[in-house]
């Protein structure tokens, strides 16, 4: 039950970096102060929800695009939380583009690399404790 939760909020932690970076770097994306944790909040919902979804899409009809699961599904939730008024605004097929691949690099690593300090090394003192 931990650990799901640790997943949750670096999933959270992640979503928020990743959509503050878009909205600081890409011309084109605009957060609203106001509407920033609905638009974390829809867009770590959907892409938690999404992932299974289309990976197995993907699979099935289309086993070619398997490697950019996860850009399909970071497009596809920021499409999502772009549809509540008063966060999370993108204009522009570059804008687009450009928070995709932002959001989708900074969730993947920080993920990544949150999961490892967070639970692998968390598992690993465990361990040692034991001994």
Same mark, same amino acid.
């Given at each position: 039950m931990i650990r799901f939760l640790i997943h949750i909020l670096i999933n959270l932690a992640t979503a928020a970096i990743g959509l503050l970076l878009a909205g600081w770097i890409v011309p084109g994306v605009v957060l609203q102060p106001a509407g920033f944790v609905v638009a974390v909040v829809v867009f770590a919902l959907a892409q938690g929800v999404l992932g299974p979804f &289309?990976?197995? &899409?993907?699979?099935?009809?289309? +086993?070619?695009? $398997?490697? @950019?699961i996860g850009l399909v599904t970071t497009l596809i939730a920021l %499409?999502?939380?772009s549809w509540f008024? *008063? @966060?999370l605004e993108i204009s522009g097929f570059m %804008?687009? &583009? @450009? %928070? #995709? /691949? $932002? &959001?989708?690099?900074? #969730? %993947? $690593? *920080? *993920?990544? /690399? /949150? *999961?490892w300090l967070f639970i692998t090394r968390r598992r690993g003192?465990? +361990?040692?404790?034991a001994q």
């Open positions: &289309v990976f197995n &899409v993907a699979r099935q009809y289309a +086993s070619a695009i $398997l490697g @950019g %499409a999502i939380a008024d *008063g @966060g %804008a687009w &583009v @450009g %928070a #995709t /691949l $932002l &959001v989708w690099i900074v #969730t %993947a $690593l *920080g *993920g990544w /690399l /949150l *999961g003192k465990k +361990s040692k404790a």
